[in-house]
């Protein structure tokens, strides 16, 4: 039976993608270099493996939404889910690697957009958790099935300029917000009776408001 090792070597964000979108280079390796697997139905999670990295106090400042008070990160700094991810794998024999292609979101509901904006330098520490079902050809030319073992992961360190480069190039100079329809309603006619031409010109005309109350 087939027992695969994983790695990631590289990521890229490839420019002419419909949506925003990471490539990571996946290079596979059977232990068992001379036997034929005819393809992979391979499935990945991947984690943000937050407790492996140090942030500024820039960054503190801007993850406390999601980890709340640098005291208490002993507590609350934890790994979390980023995606999930697929791809099927061509046949090959002994080693071969393929594009995974993660799709990815820049709304700010989402943890992990929170997270990876609040970064400004250095890596973001991944996990990747692969399972799936492989098709493999046998000493006497049968196709058997196997699944890959749950013990099966690799880390990688996604540099955070390559997600930022992506997001500019998809969102240049600008964040993509999505709100409750009600919300939206209240936002909308508040921007209509004021006669405000622009979405950006509503929500400035609030912020002294709101700034204020956060100086007090």
């Known amino acids: ?22 490539a990571f280079k996946l290079h596979l ?7 034929p697997i005819h393809s992979i139905a391979l499935r990945c999670q991947i984690q943000i493996a937050a407790t492996r990295r140090r942030y500024s106090p820039s960054e503190q400042a801007q993850l406390l939404d999601l980890f709340g008070e640098p005291e208490r990160w002993s507590q609350t700094l934890r790994s979390m889910l980023w ?22 979101t820049y709304d700010f509901n989402v943890a992990a957009t929170k997270y990876f904006y609040a970064l400004e330098d250095g890596d973001i520490p991944l996990l990747f958790l ?7 050809e046998t000493d006497d030319g049968a196709i058997q099935v196997a699944q890959i073992s749950w013990d099966k992961e690799a880390p990688f360190k996604l540099p ?4 930022r480069q992506m997001i ?12 409750r329809k009600d919300v939206f309603d209240r ?3 508040y ?13 400035e005309s609030l912020l002294p408001t709101i700034d204020e109350q956060v100086s007090t």
């Not at 390796?29 to 036997?35: K, M, V």
């Not at 955070?160 to 997600?163: N, R, Y």
Request: aromatic share 14%.
């Open 160 to 163: 955070v300029q390559v997600w």
């Open 191 to 203: 921007k209509i009776q004021r006669g405000l031409p622009t979405w950006e010109q509503a929500l």
């Open 83 to 104: 995606t999930h991810a697929s791809v099927v794998v061509p046949p090959f024999t002994g080693d071969a690697v393929v594009d995974l292609p993660v799709a990815c």
């Open 29 to 35: 390796a059977n232990a068992i270099i001379e036997q």
């Open 130 to 136: 692969f399972s799936g079902t492989i098709f493999y």
């Open 187 to 189: 936002l909308y006619r």
């Open 1 to 22: 039976m087939p027992d695969l090792d994983f790695q990631v070597q590289g990521v890229a964000a490839p420019q002419f993608a419909a949506a925003p979108l990471l």
């Open 168 to 179: 500019d190039h998809y969102y240049p100079n600008s964040a993509w917000l999505s709100l």
